[in-house]
């Protein structure tokens, strides 16, 4: 599984359209946190992976793709958060969060969910979002994976969020933390 996920993750953005689906599967079957022991770099890779395409041609391009790739993504950030401390004690702080996002020049979209000290994610909308996120794409990617400061994004207009700010102010340590557990 080590050897096709990294063959996998050096595929073109084309390729990747019809070689991530099954692989993503294979993963789910084979279970994320028994890769995650095999492959502590795993998470850390697929990040940098989705930094490293253009995301929102690949969602137009390939939705089954991009959702099997993002499921994949967001079990393994909950491994991580539950294995990590001070994240934990971040998401267990920020209470019950539900965050929808939407890049304004692509098909992009998707969910940040807090409930239960747990973080979980997707690329559906949430009915009834306590917040709600909307940007760029690139943008959008850059702030789910740390390269843009959840508050200093905001104060610079760099996103436009509706809701409370308090409870995006809740939310930022969280978002603020994820980027370290990227590293591997």
């Known amino acids: 599984m ?30 994320v946190e028994n890769l995650m022991k095999a492959m502590p770099d795993l998470v850390s890779r697929l990040v940098n992976n989705l930094k490293s395409i253009d995301v929102g041609k690949f969602v137009a391009e390939a939705p089954e793709a991009s959702v099997a790739f993002m499921d994949v993504l967001w079990e393994g950030i909950g491994i991580l958060v539950e294995k990590d401390a001070e994240t934990k004690g971040k998401v267990v702080n920020a209470g019950e969060i539900k ?45 789910l994976t740390g390269d843009v400061d959840p508050v200093r994004g905001y104060m610079s207009g760099q996103y436009k969020m509706e809701g409370s700010l308090a409870v995006g102010i809740k939310l930022a340590p969280v978002m603020q933390s994820l980027p370290k557990l990227f590293k591997a």
């Open 2 to 31: 080590k050897k096709d996920i990294d063959k996998v993750l050096k595929l073109s953005e084309n390729e990747l359209k019809t070689a991530l689906p099954p692989l993503m599967e294979r993963v789910k079957k084979f279970g």
């Open 99 to 143: 965050l929808n996002f939407e890049a304004t020049d692509s098909p992009l979209k998707g969910n940040i969910k807090l409930s239960g000290g747990k973080i979980s994610g997707g690329l559906a909308l949430l009915d009834a979002p306590d917040l709600k996120v909307s940007s760029d794409t690139k943008t959008l990617i850059a702030l």
